[in-house]
């Protein structure tokens, strides 16, 4: 098994500690004991933060040497029996979502965009946004990444490879290099950043959505007609793996006249949805998190709550919308945006 790819010393040359000091969910009184409890972390030792830890991914952006504090966090969770979630709902989430062995090759021309384990979703891909694109999904194509929030590595490390090998075998005609579009970031931080840090190798080209749909309102220019509205963004965990692609967003959102409003919770500190922690039967964690989400929303005069992420758009969509904001992906904002 390949360690996690992480560099002690520059922990220990480390002046900040931003991946602990700047967490949203574990307090500490300074920046001496950040650095105490990350020794211990990195050594093997116990730390409360292990205990504490929400997986919200963010100290993975956090850290500016890319060290990998969260994955190694995952690490050490694993390897003490640190669990975030009781023990039964993780073995059940495991053999839920485990994969079927049902994918047969088949022939997909166009644009190959992955859906993962959203099949429900296949109606996003339509329009002059996707035209001759070729939507891919089920649970053979699940990326996985979300054991980050269940201390199982070791189930990220047995099951993407075999993933990796079902879009090559049956999506992507087994042409290395060829190119993929992830229609959710999950999907891109699992073959970018995920891959990287865990010595994965990855034949294939991952596109991001945000880099897709940037890529044709260059193309379809003409057919834009401004939204001129105001958006409250939630930004999801897993886009924390992926922090340069949130830039390509504001440039999507320029272009098709949505203000993104300045929330307190959004990009660097932007807030969990609660979903995760719903799943983790952290209830009232993830009660406070829906209603502090929601109030910040709703200060900022927004018409729309725009969902990068499918699971935190079910988490907040029916509280949104009671608060009277439309909830919506940012697909089918910008296919608004086309008159679509
Ligand atoms: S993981 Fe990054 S931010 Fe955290 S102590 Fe190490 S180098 Fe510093
Ligand atoms: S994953 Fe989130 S909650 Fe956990 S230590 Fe990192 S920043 Fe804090």
Redesign the pocket.
Known sequence: MQPIQFEPDLCIRCETID??T?????SFSGVEEARSEKLKINERRHSR?LE?????????E?CPYDNN??YL?VERQEEMGILPAPKPIIEEQLRMMAPKGKIAPQAVTGVVVDMCAFPMLTGCIRGKLFEGAAPVTGMDLFCNIMWLHFAKNSTIRERVPRIIDNIMNCCLGDAPGREMVCFHDECYGTYTSVARAYGIDVPFTPVHLFDYINGRLNVLKDRIKPLNTKIAYQRPCSNRLVPETDKVLDAIFEKIGAERVPRVYDRENALCCGGVPRAQQRDELADSLVEKNIDDMLKTGAAYCVFNCPFCMATLANEVAEQGLMPILVSDLVQIALGE
Do not use: N
């Open positions: 991946c602990l700047k967490c949203q969910y574990v933060v504490e830890c929400l997986t919200c991914y963010a100290c993975q956090y504090p969260f966090l």
